[in-house]
């Protein structure tokens, strides 16, 4: 099996990766995200594409209240909340039927929107930006993504090499802060401190990171990686997208975090009926 399976609590409810593939939907509600900045800032607009990412097929829903974009400016404790935490309860209050994970890197943050109702914590910052925010996920016993951004990284050393050290040391700090080992995903981060050829080869090795013991989140959904290769704008990289999404889960991927839920769905459906045959009672 390419898929080794994980179980990952998630409050009442469990993740079960493995064969089947989750699709994680984006909720940016900020002003500046390199592909839908600005789109669902309105805390309607957002419950409105919750639930359209849901009606297509999204496992799960990540809101995020500050763009990572490259060049894009750090925002204040507050006005993150400012952001996330309306949307949080209306999606809370609506309810939408499926959990919700709240993308930051602040333990304030995490801590507050965990309470407003966040099964899930996912720090692009891989724990190791801020010192409190393990803590915070451990004392609400929800799981964490965390994500690979080294920016001061040895380029001339083995790419995935690097990773694993820099992962290594994630890990520890989750397991010292009391978060289990079943409540780890990580993500090995692609746009996030790597060069355009680099996002490349970690894609063509992605399955060596395995290798750590965890289950991988992918987030290749719209990035440059793909424009700059194909020369077109990020809401015209759906196709590209897909195709990364599909290689991944062929290298073992297990999440995967996009814009596009529908089309990314249906790519990885065809690749998961490729590996492991149709499901049963599909006939042809």
Do not use: C
Request: aromatic fraction near 6%; proline fraction near 6%.
């Amino acid at each position: 099996m390419i898929h080794k399976p994980f179980e990952v609590p998630m409050g009442s409810d469990t993740l079960r990766l493995g064969p089947s593939p989750l699709i994680m939907g984006i909720l940016n509600v900020t002003p500046d995200s390199f592909s839908d900045g600005g789109d669902f800032v309105d805390v309607d607009a957002a419950v409105r594409q919750a639930k359209h990412h849901i009606a297509e097929g999204a496992d799960i829903i990540d809101v995020g209240g500050e763009s990572t974009r490259p060049g894009s400016e750090e925002v204040s404790v507050q006005d993150e909340l400012d952001r996330v935490m309306p949307v949080l309860d209306a999606l809370a209050a609506a309810p939408i039927g499926k959990p919700v994970s709240i993308d930051t890197y602040k333990a304030l943050v995490a801590d507050q929107a965990i309470q407003a109702g966040a099964a899930m914590v996912n720090d692009v910052w891989g724990l190791q930006r801020d010192p409190e925010i393990a803590d915070v996920v451990a004392q609400h016993g929800v799981p964490v993504v965390a994500m690979h951004w080294d920016a001061e990284r040895d380029r001339d050393l083995d790419i995935i090499s690097e990773m694993t050290r820099w992962l290594t040391r994630t890990i520890e700090i989750a397991l010292g802060a009391g978060i289990p080992q079943n409540k780890i995903v990580l993500d090995p981060g692609f746009g996030f401190g790597k060069t355009f050829r680099e996002n490349y080869i970690l894609l063509n090795r992605l399955h060596e990171l395995h290798a750590l013991g965890f289950p991988l989140l992918i987030g290749t959904s719209r990035k440059s990686m793909l424009g700059k290769l194909l020369d077109v704008p990020p809401k015209e990289r759906v196709a590209a997208t897909v195709a990364t999404s599909v290689i991944a889960y062929q290298q073992g991927g297990h999440i995967f975090r996009v814009h596009d839920v529908r089309e990314n769905r249906d790519g990885l459906r065809v690749a998961q009926a490729t590996l492991y045959g149709p499901p049963a009672g599909v006939e042809g």
